[in-house]
């Protein structure tokens, strides 16, 4: 049987992310040679951990009707306790509230806003 392609749209204020593997946006070091990488020691347990700032890095694909702020194409910092996966066609997207969005990215923002 032949299956349709179908497409997904998220509803009310809900955006739908792809999540960078790799924050594009941050520097490893400062200009004055400040190393700024997420990894330490943990006293605790003597293993290597990371930081945790509850914050990633993503793509908006598609917004909600309802949503005032962020456009497809964005990048945005979102809050990831507030993420939902959405499984599509064997890839893991997210979906979250407009709201869980801290800042977003992109050109002429001050013009948009």
């Known amino acids: 049987m032949f299956m349709e392609r179908k497409e997904i ?3 009310y ?9 790799e924050n594009p946006y941050k520097v490893n070091k400062t200009e004055e040679g ?9 006293s605790d347990s003597g293993q290597i ?10 793509k908006v694909l598609e917004v909600g009707p309802e949503c005032k702020f962020v456009r497809p194409e964005d990048d945005i910092l979102v809050d990831i306790r ?12 997210w979906l979250i509230d407009e709201g869980a969005v801290r800042a977003v ?3 002429n923002l ?3 806003f």
């Open 9 to 11: 749209m998220p509803v």
């Open 13 to 21: 204020r809900n955006v739908l992310i792809d999540v960078y593997d």
């Open 34 to 42: 400040l190393d700024l990488n997420e990894d330490f020691i943990n």
């Open 49 to 58: 951990d990371k930081k945790d700032f509850f914050v990633e890095c993503a």
């Open 82 to 93: 507030t993420m939902t996966p959405i499984p599509f066609y064997g890839k893991i997207y």
């Open 105 to 107: 990215i992109n050109n």
């Open 110 to 112: 001050t013009e948009r």
